[in-house]
T-cell receptor, first 114, second 112 residues
Framework: KAGVTQTPRYLIKTRGQQVTLSCSPISGHRSVSWYQQTPGQGLQFLFEYFSETQRNKGNFPGRFSGRQFSNSRSEMNVSTLELGDSALYLC?????????????FGPGTRLTVL | GEDVEQSLFLSVREGDSSVINCTYTDSSSTYLYWYKQEPGAGLQLLTYIFSNMDMKQDQRLTVLLNKKDKHLSLRIADTQTGDSAIYFCAENPGGGADGLTFGKGTHLIIQP
């Protein structure tokens, strides 16, 4: 069974640009969550999508947005990039639902903002 | 607010046991997790414990949960060089579909 895949693995952008990251969950998984990892703040929850609907959101500005497609693949978009957006962005998939759902993480996308 | 606390570094000798500690804040967390992250990699779920359990053992890993003190620990027996990584403790506040809240991670350093 293929794991969670994220593309691209590395990305370099300049301030003010926008970026779109992609995540393909494990087959059969309907929930996708996004996290930002930085040395200073650690791992922080961005948002979670389940069946194409945003089910929960962390404390990030509106520049961070996402969506999920009918095949459960998800994208996250960051507009008007700032230097502080440089981070490892991790995506995790799970079956979804309200009971225990193990989250499987992808390798991440390393975003560098210059 | 919600916060998960871990010490930043732990150094142990190869072959000894490693004990990584964590305190969490949300008593409604249904599950508590330990993740491992190796350099340049994503997160790997090591083990988890349901909040009504005190202990869970899985091969070299033992998780202890003290719900009264909101304290979680991960013991790695016979620590090997391949165990060198960052270990994250995480809780799911609200116990449902909310995102996980992670600690800052403990860097486990193995001395030969």
């Amino acid at each position: 069974k293929a794991g969670v895949t994220q593309t691209p693995r590395y990305l370099i952008k300049t301030r003010g640009q926008q970026v779109t990251l992609s995540c393909s969950p494990i087959s059969g998984h309907r929930s996708v969550s996004w996290y930002q990892q930085t040395p200073g703040q650690g791992l922080q929850f961005l948002f979670e999508y389940f069946s194409e609907t945003q089910r929960n959101k962390g404390n990030f500005p509106g520049r961070f947005s996402g969506r999920q497609f009918s095949n459960s693949r998800s994208e996250m978009n960051v507009s008007t990039l700032e230097l502080g957006d440089s981070a490892l962005y991790l995506c995790a998939s799970s079956r979804g639902g309200s009971s225990y759902n193990e989250q499987f993480f992808g390798p991440g996308t390393r975003l560098t903002v210059l | 607010g919600e916060d998960v606390e871990q010490s930043l570094f732990l150094s142990v000798r190869e072959g000894d046991s490693s004990v990584i500690n964590c305190t969490y804040t949300d008593s409604s967390s249904t599950y508590l997790y330990w993740y491992k992250q190796e350099p340049g990699a994503g997160l790997q779920l090591l083990t988890y414990i349901f909040s009504n359990m005190d202990m869970k053992q899985d091969q070299r890993l033992t998780v202890l949960l003290n719900k009264k003190d909101k304290h979680l620990s991960l013991r790695i027996a016979d620590t090997q060089t391949g165990d060198s990584a960052i270990y994250f403790c995480a809780e799911n506040p609200g116990g449902g579909a909310d995102g996980l809240t992670f600690g800052k991670g403990t860097h486990l350093i193995i001395q030969p």
